[in-house]
């Protein structure tokens, strides 16, 4: 019998295990999990801490018993600690503190991401948080309960981010947002992240950009009180650290599987390393860029999902490759709706396309129809072939989600000229007669002809 | 100096206008509207009766003052009654009544489409209106103000008429859908109009369906007070018709422009018709379907605004060609959304493909997230080839613009399997990690293979 052993208890592990459960029901599957969590949904963690999500038990989308109960070995608080691809086994560390080898036939890396902490001083304080696990979430939930803090910094201006600034808000606090570029969302561009600039100062958040965090005091019993900045202090009675994710890769580069360019794990189209019957899925592992060509790392639960599948299939016996990614992303902060998907203009730059832009400033409903809101749709192209390499989009209710026809656009390398005749839904209650892409399409059209 | 007559000052007939205006200036352009109005939305009427839209006023995009201030000449109350292609001229009976001719070089038929009227007993009475025009529905409007109706027949269970159904419920009425098919939404499979049934039932409609309104019963003074069906009597102190429009083709029919197989003018790529400078746009034309190849009439705001561009810029010089259309469509009635696209599934039978369809029951957003609402997604591809040829969505808020997503798909015929593996924005207030849209594309390839 064949035995699979996966490294990896979320999205990107259980996934293939599930596949390879359903479709090849002869292998034996173990999956090593070091936490006590399996599938859950990272990106509610926000959620949680704002309230709207009641529970933290909500976002565990399938509980280890489960996933037992299917027949997959899940084995919580096991480490993996180091794989041996000739020996062909995992060395384990169980919770009891032993250690011991697990044999497979194939493995898969699922070993995510780990949160970025920066060595500067006091960022062990009680009070100073990352939030990337359900832990993480229920005590910052908890010192939010029991200490009544007012005044929350979050230092770090991306997804989770804002996310979190958003969360703090809904919990009735004070909210600095410190970022060391002069942006937020950085695979934004800087005119589109200005709207979200713009949106986070109306909802009342003191924005710090171009401002680096340097250090946290605290108090004698060893609470934070202040996060020290290259442009002074600034009260805090919370802190959530939310400077990005890095893959985690070490056990991978420890036991001689390559590492691609952008740092994560690298992989073929099929998802396997180079090592022999040995597969990397989700935020540990590098993705094709689809608009650039090239390996990127990218980090999202979506693709986490869609990796798990390809290699949960190849596993099983029923080739399946990788399509690559355009890093779609949605978010809010308040009623501020952000979407992005394809190159940014300097990203286009970079992988060496001439980018046009044009940016449409149009209405999310019939404009006379009320709860109307304004969206900016902009559009990025490459001069001359018109080709759409990218596209985002800042706006109230209504506006992330249509980033979805622009990201099927640039998947399928669409011109804008095409795009802008496409046949996309309207009523009042949900679109111009034509849809704000489609005039963004049309004037980077114009714009976008051989120069 | 050339001169550009245009018949029809809606959508179809303004958009070519204005682009001729601006890139042709040397063009002398003349607009022929038998109304009073020039680009009104339509499909904001059944808004302005629900109250939702303060003033008819609101749905005037640009009033014929507004047109002419920019150097249009559009002539309202003037109706063009016939058109001689050889002597190049228009013969227009002005509002006083008098006729003159009117020459032209090129010329624009934006005739529209009528709503359909059948010649029952009573549909002449007080009370029993269709809702086609800003004074129909300025009428209507007023009717519900002075004379307190409180019982409301809608006789037709198409876009409008549901959309007249929500706006009647909303300014309290009571009221009933007759409707002669067995499902509203006849552009819907059925599966997926029983759910659109449903939503009509929650809402307190009283849905007759299989029922065709025979005639209609007056009072003395001639007011409606019933609707006569084959299957009983309905009181009524109001009605509605909405059992669709007809596009209106006599004028071309007498010129000798030809008419295609949809019953629609004729046009080629370019939306000329047969007779030399001659062309069609907006809803008196017909145009080619994407997926089945074959010319049809749809009669949809969107595909009026693309046609105008396109003629207009052929009329300026500037090549052009319409893609065709894939007939997506979207509305809601309640908090009942509903998009389609593309072919359905006796559709794509009849236009000679074998369909195979999956449909997904799945959640609009996370579905831990407050707010979440049921969504259905049906997808139809073709055995085999797995091409996507169309797709159908009713759910709660946040569903109807999902269709665009899965429209971008159908208009490049990409295959399930590839739609599947697409990168689409995820975040728990709008989305599960996967798409319900990628889930039914997965299930729907699964089922597509080959038998």
Request: aromatic share 4%.
């Amino acid at each position: 019998m064949t035995k699979l052993v996966v490294i990896g208890g979320n999205a990107a592990g259980m996934s293939p295990a599930a596949q390879v459960n359903r479709r090849a029901p002869d292998l034996d599957i173990v999956v090593l999990e070091r936490g006590l969590y399996t599938s859950f949904a990272g990106a509610g963690l926000p959620y949680f801490v704002s309230g709207a999500v009641p529970s933290s038990a909500n976002l565990v989308v399938r509980t280890p018993q489960e996933h037992r109960a299917r027949g997959i070995d899940v084995r919580t608080g096991h480490e993996a600690i180091a794989v041996d691809p000739a020996a062909r086994t995992v060395r384990v560390r169980a919770g009891d503190g032993h250690d011991y080898d697990e044999a497979f036939d194939q493995l898969v890396i699922a070993t995510g991401a780990a949160p970025i902490r920066p060595p500067i001083p006091g960022i062990d304080a009680y009070g100073v948080t990352v939030v990337h696990t359900i832990p993480d979430a229920e005590r910052l939930d908890e010192w939010i309960r029991t200490r009544s803090p007012r005044h929350a910094v979050v230092v770090g201006g991306g997804y989770t981010g804002l996310e979190m600034v958003e969360a703090l808000l809904d919990r009735g606090l004070a909210v600095t947002l410190v970022e060391k570029r002069d942006q937020p969302l950085a695979s934004l561009d800087v005119d589109m992240a200005d709207r979200v600039s713009t949106g986070l100062a109306d909802l009342g958040v003191d924005t710090r950009f171009g401002t680096s965090a340097t250090g946290f005091d605290t108090e004698p019993k060893g609470w934070v009180r202040a996060v020290s900045t290259d442009a002074g202090d600034i009260p805090a009675d919370l802190v959530v650290i939310a400077l990005g994710v890095r893959p985690n890769t070490r056990l991978a580069v420890d036991a001689g599987i390559a590492i691609g360019p952008s740092g994560a794990i690298a992989t073929d189209a099929h998802l396997a390393t180079n090592l022999d019957g040995i597969w990397a899925a989700g935020d540990c592992a590098e993705s094709l860029h689809r608009v650039s060509g090239k390996p990127v790392w990218v980090g999202l639960g979506t693709h986490a999902n869609q990796h798990g599948r390809v290699v949960g299939l190849n596993i099983a016996g029923i080739p399946a490759e990788f399509p690559g990614v355009i890093a779609t992303a949605i978010t809010k902060v308040g009623p501020v709706e952000v979407g992005r998907t394809g190159l940014g203009e300097d990203q286009a730059r970079a992988a060496g396309f001439e980018p046009v832009t044009r940016t449409v400033e149009g209405d999310t409903r019939a404009d006379y129809f009320p709860g109307t809101a304004k969206i900016a749709v902009k559009i990025i192209a490459e001069r001359g072939t018109k080709r759409m390499l990218g596209a985002q989009i800042v706006g109230g209710p209504g506006s992330a989600k249509r980033i979805d026809a622009l990201a099927i656009a640039v998947w399928n390398a669409m011109t804008v000229d095409e795009f802008a005749q496409t046949d996309l839904g309207y009523a009042p209650p949900y679109s111009p007669v034509l849809d704000p892409s489609l005039i963004a399409a049309r004037l980077t059209g114009d714009a976008a002809r051989s120069s």
